[in-house]
């Protein structure tokens, strides 16, 4: 296979990892505290970035999800991805609505290059398993889903060998050719670890983001919790190690006890400030 001549591309969705289910009504409850990438996505990708060392290809990863979903992508694109693009819709949308959603991104990436296609085999939040069979039909190209193993096949140069989990204990074999969309299972591979110079650049690395449909994503303000600046301590002093122990953890020194204080809000922010300085965590 000749360098670049086939774009690889990892499609990976942003859903609800524990989603809980209605006793009454059997739908899901949406809980944004258990969201992220599954471990098929994770697969996925490492099946992907396998492609691309055998045909000396870059990969490009392209994610259903909101705002939120950047800081994982960037996790997710130290362990060797090119380019990262974001379609900024809801995930919770019907499997056709989904797989014509990345399709339209999938031919913006591919352009006119055959393309492979990897997806993982099921999402946690719906689990139909649907969405990789819409996208091959939505780009013409050949499906192979189910696999708990993809990998270059040694007997043709452009095809993918992989094997696929059937009823039964039996196991059927696939020679695959691109264009092709295949989904996998978690076990199909465990995404390589990241080294930290690519886990560095990553932050830095720009997302792509295209609307679903032509429709403008909603403005979302992402936040994270506050982490104090590491303060400054000088060095313990004492003779014996007992008196430097005693003084690195202050256990001979008076502390302030705990009080409870009622107050307006304005107030009481103006009382946290000032204890967050007593502290040493903030400046006068």
Do not use: N
């Not at 000749?2 to 059997?26: A, I, M």
């Not at 990969?59 to 939120?68: D, H, I």
């Not at 019907?94 to 797989?99: E, F, I, K, L, Y």
Request: aromatic share 2%; glycine share 8%; hydrophobic share 45%.
């Amino acid at each position: 296979m000749s360098e670049h001549s086939v774009q690889l591309v990892v499609c990976v969705k942003w859903t609800d990892l524990r989603p809980v289910v209605d006793p009454l009504h059997g739908t899901t409850v949406a809980q944004t505290h258990g969201e992220g990438f599954s471990e098929a996505d994770r697969a996925a990708l490492e099946v992907a970035l396998r492609f691309g060392d055998h045909w000396d290809a870059p990969t490009t990863l392209v994610a259903l999800g909101p705002v939120q979903a950047e800081v994982p992508l960037r996790e997710l694109a130290a362990s060797g991805v090119a380019r990262v693009v974001r379609v900024g819709s809801r995930a919770d949308l019907p499997s056709a609505t989904v797989a014509a959603q990345l399709a339209a991104t999938v031919r913006h990436v591919a352009g006119d290059s055959d393309v492979v296609v990897v997806c993982g085999d099921a999402s946690a939040d719906r689990g139909s398993g649907s969405v990789p069979a819409f996208l091959a039909d939505e780009l013409g190209a050949a499906q192979a889903l189910g696999l708990i193993q993809a990998t270059v096949d040694a007997t043709g140069q452009d095809a993918i060998a992989a094997l696929r989990r059937l009823d039964g204990g039996r196991r059927e074999r696939l020679s695959v050719a691109a264009p092709a969309v295949l989904s996998v299972e978690g076990g199909a591979g465990e995404l390589r670890r990241a080294s930290l110079a690519a886990t560095l650049s990553a932050r830095e690395l720009d997302i792509e983001v295209v609307p679903a449909s032509g429709a403008k994503e909603p403005e979302t303000v992402l936040l994270s919790a506050w982490r104090p600046r590491t303060r400054v301590l000088p060095a313990p002093a004492g003779d014996h190690a007992l008196q430097r122990i005693v003084a690195l953890t202050g256990a001979l020194v008076d502390r302030t006890p705990p009080r409870t204080v009622v107050l307006d809000p304005a107030a009481a922010a103006d009382e946290i400030l000032s204890q967050l300085r007593t502290w040493g965590y903030l400046e006068e």
